[in-house]
């Protein structure tokens, strides 16, 4: 049995707090001899076969222009043992910190992009993206099988 | 300390297992005299201010052509207490039932839009549609402050 529930207005900017609480994944990236990590909480399952993954990666990411360059990612999940990690890689940028390194995180050989994949993760999804004019940040991402 | 760890191949297909383990919502639409409720795992928030939220509603779900020729809809977090609803309104279709008379859910008037809001759960967030024609199914919700 369930009630009404009372509410009350909440701005909708700060909604995000009410729609985020998904898995937080960490899109490593790579083009030319630069590697980056970043952390992601907006994205979404779009289909099942192909899958395609949507992401928002805004302009202002340092990541934006190695995955726009490269059409590259992999999206690594990580488990809670890694949160340190992800809260610090989320607080920086890769225009400034070689993120591998500062967060002693294993770049590994994906099978299937030219991406790093980071060994410390419970799964590493390979990409091929496609970028969006949706907001000048949209990535649509087609994983490989 | 994090270790790497051992990872084996997995079907892109099922990725969602991984990605999928957000809010669940419910989304309630209204055209003409017609209202329904769709449960929604695949969605992610893709601005700030102005709020701006996006959707998967395929093509293939009864709420499509409600929130298409409305532009409106209200995207309604549950809480636990309506698992039961939540998991029922994902496994029927709004073609052959009256969800909220179905599953004794309270339509509630939404100040901001023409959609009924669901009273009994936690959050109602009143959003004007935006369809894209990606993939067919793709819905840009611009949420009303």
């Known amino acids: 049995m369930t009630h009404p529930m009372?509410?009350?207005d909440f701005p909708?900017?700060?909604i995000r707090h009410f729609l985020e609480p998904g898995p937080i994944v960490l899109v490593s990236s790579q083009w030319q001899a630069q590697t980056n990590i970043m952390?992601?909480?907006w994205?979404?399952?779009m289909a099942f076969s192909p899958?395609?993954?949507g992401c928002i990666i805004a302009a202002g990411n340092h990541s934006h222009d190695l995955v726009r360059n490269s059409g590259e990612c992999v999206i690594n999940i990580p488990s809670t043992s890694l949160v340190d990690q992800v809260v610090g890689i989320g607080n920086c940028s890769g225009s400034e910190v070689d993120k591998f390194k500062a967060f002693e995180l294993?770049?590994?050989k994906s099978e299937q992009v030219g991406a790093p994949l980071i060994e410390e993760c419970y799964a590493?999804?390979?990409a091929d993206c496609t970028m969006t004019p949706w907001l000048n940040a949209?990535?649509?991402?087609s994983l490989r099988s």
Chains 1, 2 share one sequence.
Do not use: Q, R
């Open 6 to 8: 009372t509410k009350e």
């Open 12 to 14: 909708v900017s700060n």
């Open 39 to 41: 952390t992601m909480g």
């Open 43 to 45: 994205h979404t399952v």
């Open 51 to 53: 899958s395609l993954i």
């Open 106 to 108: 294993t770049p590994g």
């Open 124 to 126: 590493s999804l390979s």
């Open 138 to 141: 949209t990535t649509c991402l």
